[in-house]
Every structure is written in C-alpha cells, then in structure tokens.
T-cell receptor, first 111, second 113 residues
C-alpha cells in the first residue's frame, strides 16, 4: 500500500538556519502531496501543496518541490524563526482519494 | 468562513465515565475524519465517514469507542467507559471529495483521571 516516510525528529536548529525536512512517498500513479503544520496546542493547518510532478508549493517562506524521479517532497526554508517551532506532517493524497499522513517531525528553533 | 468546529475544547473526567466529543464539519464537505494524537503514537486515524456512512473504522481501538454521523453537519465520538489510556487530543477533519486536503478542527484535549 501507499506510505509516507519523513525524517524523525526532533530537529533542533538555531534561528536563521536553513531547514530541510525530508519526505518520500511510495505510491502508484501520481498522488497530490501536502505539508501540514501543527503549532503547539493547535490543530493541523495546511501549509503548502503540490498536485503534479515538478510543481513547487510555497507559503510563509517554506517551499517543497514534487519530484517524481526521487518520489520526494522535501520541505525547505532558507531562514527559520523561533515562531516556526511546530510539528510538520507530510501527507499523500492518492488517486483513490485516500489520505496518508507521515508520522510528523517536531522542529525546535532556538533563539 | 467557519472552519471545522469541535467541542468541548478540553474535557477532564474520571475513569469509567462516558465521554462524548462533537464535531461540526465545514458546510459542503462530505467526508469526515476522527483522529487521535498522543506523544507515543502520533496521529492515528480512528474512523472516517463519507456521505454520513462509516467507511473505515479499522482504527477504532476497541468496542468502548463508537462514532456516529446522524447528518451531514454533525458527528460524535463516544467513549464508554473511559480509561486513563484514552487521554489524548482528538481531532476532527473534513473535506470535499476530489477537492484536495482536509481541514482540521482545533481538537479536544481529553484527560481521563
């Protein structure tokens, strides 16, 4: 079956560091891919999405590119802030309309 | 636009008591999901409904858990009797089929003493 694998956390970085959170998927066909963010004490919010190969989703300085050749959708940000501290989920929506969540990666940004 | 609305936001009760969590999905969304989130297990899908019909309840931990969706605008998740290990944050999410991602509520933080 389909699955989503994302790097285990916690990830701890200093403010203004470069961030990468890896995510790979296994799926037949071409799923839509999403990153969700969960800030402390809150629900999950959609951060960005990409619906086809080579699409780049972006929001709040975060970016992720849908790479079919490596089945990846890595999340990146050039300069993180303390307010980016949260849990990030990589999500796959396959062509059967089934949603698969990664296990989440906790990010701590130190001032 | 109103998002997914869950109530209560917090619930603290003693073990053995019945607990009912409520969810109002976004109007026009026809799929509704209940999730449980704990530090140990992360985010787990408990059950999801499509057009008010339970489609996959394989994530429901045991018979103490039950979920209903009597109409398109309301769902409940009930735990009876509750146990301390049920303590978690319970999220409800909804989406319109074929229309991309889920939208999550703010969750219910449940503590069973």
């Amino acid at each position: 079956g389909n699955s989503v694998t994302q790097m285990e956390g916690p990830v701890t970085l200093s403010e203004e560091a470069f961030l990468t959170i890896n995510c790979t998927y296994t799926a037949t066909g071409y799923p839509s891919l999403f990153w969700y963010v969960q800030y402390p004490g809150e629900g999950l919010q959609l951060l960005l999405k990409a619906t086809k190969a080579d699409d780049k989703g972006s929001n709040k300085g975060f970016e992720a590119t849908y790479r079919k050749e490596t089945t990846s959708f890595h999340l990146e940000k050039g300069s993180v802030q303390v307010s980016d501290s949260a849990v990030y989920f990589c999500v796959d929506l396959n062509r059967d309309d089934k949603i698969i969540f990664g296990k989440g990666t906790r990010l701590h940004i130190l001032p | 636009d109103a998002g997914v609305i869950q109530s209560p936001r917090h619930e603290v009760t003693e073990m053995g008591q019945e607990v009912t969590l409520r969810c109002k999905p976004i109007s026009g969304h026809n799929s509704l999901f209940w999730y449980r989130q704990t530090m140990m297990r992360g985010l787990e899908l408990l059950i999801y409904f499509n057009n008010n019909v339970p489609i996959d309840d394989s994530g429901m931990p045991e018979d103490r858990f039950s979920a209903k969706m009597p109409n398109a605008s309301f769902s409940t998740l009930k735990i009876q009797p509750s146990e301390p290990r049920d303590s978690a944050v319970y999220f409800c999410a909804s989406r319109r089929d074929g229309d991309g991602p889920q939208h999550f509520g703010d969750g219910t933080r449940l503590s069973i003493l």
